[in-house]
């Protein structure tokens, strides 16, 4: 069992930088691969970021690549996603998750994810 919390969220205007984090709770965090993915309002839940057990192997949407970065501390149990350079169309829930032994080419993909935090609110001002 692993619960998330996710912290971080808040308002911020467009072209502004915030860091999100996601404190894990449970045994073996660094046995998990983690996500986060994010529902703006009106839409279905998409893919953000991923990043790899303990490797460091890491993956993004097309739509925050070179503006995001997702890392992860195994000593404190806690996946961060740093988000500069942030747009209206960043508004959203965003939500961390955590997946047991995900194929690569799988890391997309929602059902991939066994757990999932509560959601941060995350909202860009124009």
Known sequence: ???LVESGGGLVQAGGSLSLSCAASGRAFSSYDMAWFRRAPGKEREFVA?????FGITTYADSVKGRSTISRDNTKNTVYLQMNSLKPEDTAVYYCAAGTNVA???VRSE???VYWGQGTQVTVSS
């Open 1 to 3: 069992q692993v619960q």
């Open 50 to 54: 991923y990043i790899r057990r303990n």
């Open 104 to 106: 690569y080419g799988r």
């Open 111 to 113: 059902y991939e994810y």
